[in-house]
């Protein structure tokens, strides 16, 4: 149980597109999701808390218009990262928290954009 | 914020050998949790241990919240050990975000 997925697994876009992640918690329902980001050979930052039915919590220095997250539903999550560049390349991982509220945490496998 | 911090940075072994990770963090949390990130970059939950003991065949891990630390020990290793073991914690709300550490980049070696 507890089965987060996210899609695409890896994507090439070019500068100036937009690209959407999709975060989904397969058997289980999540109020609260969170998407990271990971450079290479660093840790995981957080970017922004999403919580089902109202807007996403960015952490500072990260750009919400540049940034939309969209928690439509109790099991998806989206990141649409607007207007690419190659310094948004990065790989961004999600999470949820199972409703009702839990403390465990469960990731997706993550989604590696490069951005040309 | 909570601050976390992992050591060693970076541990080389040879296979059979056993090994403890360790990770410190500033504040009382409520969430707790070890991941092995494989080559891929899939987070695998290896414990969720806000406190006490668990084990999971040659991986243990012990929480003492009051003094707040948490170990890792990896017994027997294996080259299929490698990787990067991070720890993340939570403060003492529902609904907060994992803060990481900067993990431990293990090589297991033949």
């Not at chain 1, 990260?62 to 939309?68: G, I, S």
């Not at chain 1, 928290?97 to 839990?102: D, K, M, Q, R, Y």
């Not at chain 2, 929480?63 to 939570?90: H, K, M, N, P, W």
Request: proline share 4%; glycine share 6%; with cysteine.
């Amino acid at each position: 149980g507890a089965v987060v997925s996210q899609h695409p697994s890896r994507v090439i876009c070019k500068s100036g597109t937009s690209v959407k992640i999709e975060c989904r918690s397969l058997d289980f329902q999540a109020t609260t999701m969170f998407w990271y980001r990971q450079f290479p050979k660093q840790s995981l930052m957080l970017m922004a808390t999403s919580n089902e039915g109202s807007k996403a919590t960015y952490e500072q220095g990260v750009e919400k218009d540049k940034f939309l997250i969209n928690h439509a539903s109790l099991t998806l999550s989206t990141l649409t990262v607007t207007s690419a560049h190659p310094e948004d390349s990065s790989f961004y991982i999600c999470s949820a928290l199972p409703t009702p509220a839990s403390y465990e945490q469960y990731f997706g496998p993550g989604t590696r954009l490069t951005v040309t | 914020g909570i601050q976390v911090e992992q050591s060693p940075p970076d541990l080389i072994l040879q296979e059979g050998a056993n090994s403890t990770l360790r990770c410190n963090f500033s504040d009382s949390v409520n969430n707790l949790q070890w991941f092995h990130q494989n080559p891929w970059g899939q987070l695998i939950n290896l414990f969720y241990i806000p406190s006490g003991t668990k084990q999971n065949g040659r991986l243990s891990a012990t929480t003492v919240a009051t003094e707040r630390y948490s170990l890792l020990y990896i017994s027997s290793s294996q080259t299929t050990d490698s990787g990067v073991y991070f720890c993340a914690v939570s403060a003492n709300q529902a609904g907060t975000a994992l803060i990481f550490g900067k993990g431990t980049t293990l090589s297991v070696s033949s």
